[in-house]
């Protein structure tokens, strides 16, 4: 158990519709970070915020976006679904903005049909 | 960004056999991390290398970083059934460490 806790763990959803990925960081790891896995694409980088700020992007698509709570904790929106955004997206967590191991949770498994 | 080619792409063993995975890039590594995501799991850290012709072991694993620092391996020997999964090698980001770029993986199968 990595500590970094993601909800839900899967997640089936119509094409078009919108739908929140929640992420729970390890405790007193202040920076959170986004990754999708899909066949065709492999483990990209999304997204990274830290201490609420958004610190680093990479291949998030314009219908996507995240936010950081002030109690740490993350959500990533998905809207707009494709079937191509079927796939699992892993949050992962680390105590500073760099220099750390970072810790991936589970996962949530989306599913667009 | 930095590009990272991962090889080869799947890897069928009978237990017992040793077990190498190769990552290659063209431009010069600062560093270099390796992952371990078993069957249905998530990736799960396993070592970072940063020094020029750096070998660091752990236990049957054995990971080494080139003398130019362009290409890294991952050794594994005498597989078990436990060692099955997809295994990574991934380049953090200079100003954002978790910002990682990993290659293709490699995904293990072995045979008892």
């Known amino acids: 158990d990595s500590g970094v806790t993601q909800t839900p763990k899967h997640l089936i959803t119509a094409t078009g519709q919108r739908v929140t990925l929640r992420c729970s960081p390890r405790s007193g790891d202040l920076s959170v970070y986004w990754y999708q896995q899909s066949l065709d694409q492999g483990l990209q980088f999304l997204i990274q915020y830290y201490n609420g700020e958004e610190r680093a992007k990479g291949n998030i698509l314009e219908r996507f976006s995240a936010q950081q709570f002030p109690d740490l904790h993350s959500e990533l929106n998905l809207s707009s679904l494709e079937l191509g955004d079927s796939a699992l997206y892993f949050c992962a967590s680390s105590p500073l903005s760099s220099g750390n191991t970072i810790y991936f949770g589970e996962g949530s498994w989306l599913t667009v049909v | 960004g930095q590009q990272v080619m991962q090889i080869p792409q799947y890897q069928h063993v009978q237990e017992g056999e040793d077990f190498t995975t190769y990552c290659n890039s063209s431009?010069?590594?600062?560093?270099i991390q390796w992952y371990k995501q078993r069957p249905g799991g998530h990736p799960v850290f396993l070592i970072q290398l940063v020094k020029s012709g750096e070998v660091k072991k752990q236990k049957r694993l054995t990971f080494q970083f080139g003398e130019a620092k362009k290409n890294s391996s991952l050794h594994i020997t005498a597989t078990q059934t436990t060692d099955v999964g997809t295994y990574f090698c991934a380049l953090p980001g200079g100003t954002s460490y978790g910002k990682l770029t990993f290659g293709q993986g490699t995904i293990l199968t072995v045979h008892p």
């Open positions: 431009t010069t590594l600062s560093n």
